[in-house]
């Protein structure tokens, strides 16, 4: 996925692991994510499945721009929904 911020740079996901995504993820999907891997362990010994964790938990993915910080919210669609700029009034 490419996504163009409104500064200009350009984002690509394309190489991984990066410092550009992030996962958020709320408490409740913890929970989900640890259940998760707790029935892989408890079923196999071991966790293989990370991705498809991530991704059953309902994570959110990220994209943080490198050049100006902006963070893109990518939507279930795939497709990015909201963007969120620093509030200048709490800049170091
Ligand atoms: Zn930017």
């Given at each position: 996925?490419?996504?163009?911020?409104?500064?200009?740079?350009?984002?690509?996901?394309?190489?991984?692991?990066?410092d550009?995504?992030h996962?958020?993820?709320?408490d409740?999907?913890?929970?989900?994510?640890?259940?998760?891997?707790?029935?892989?362990?408890?079923?196999?010994?071991?966790?293989q499945?990370?991705?498809?964790?991530?991704?059953?938990?309902?994570a959110?993915?990220?994209?943080?721009?490198?050049?100006?910080?902006?963070?893109?919210?990518?939507?279930?669609?795939g497709r990015?929904?909201?963007?969120?700029i620093?509030?200048?009034?709490?800049?170091?």
């Amino acid at each position: 996925m490419k996504v163009v911020c409104k500064c200009g740079f350009v984002m690509s996901d394309s190489g991984s692991p990066n410092d550009m995504e992030h996962l958020l993820i709320s408490d409740r999907q913890v929970e989900v994510l640890q259940d998760l891997v707790d029935s892989e362990v408890a079923a196999d010994g071991e966790v293989q499945m990370w991705p498809e964790h991530w991704e059953e938990s309902g994570a959110t993915e990220i994209l943080k721009c490198e050049q100006c910080g902006r963070l893109h919210v990518i939507g279930s669609d795939g497709r990015v929904s909201h963007v969120y700029i620093r509030d200048p009034d709490t800049e170091p």
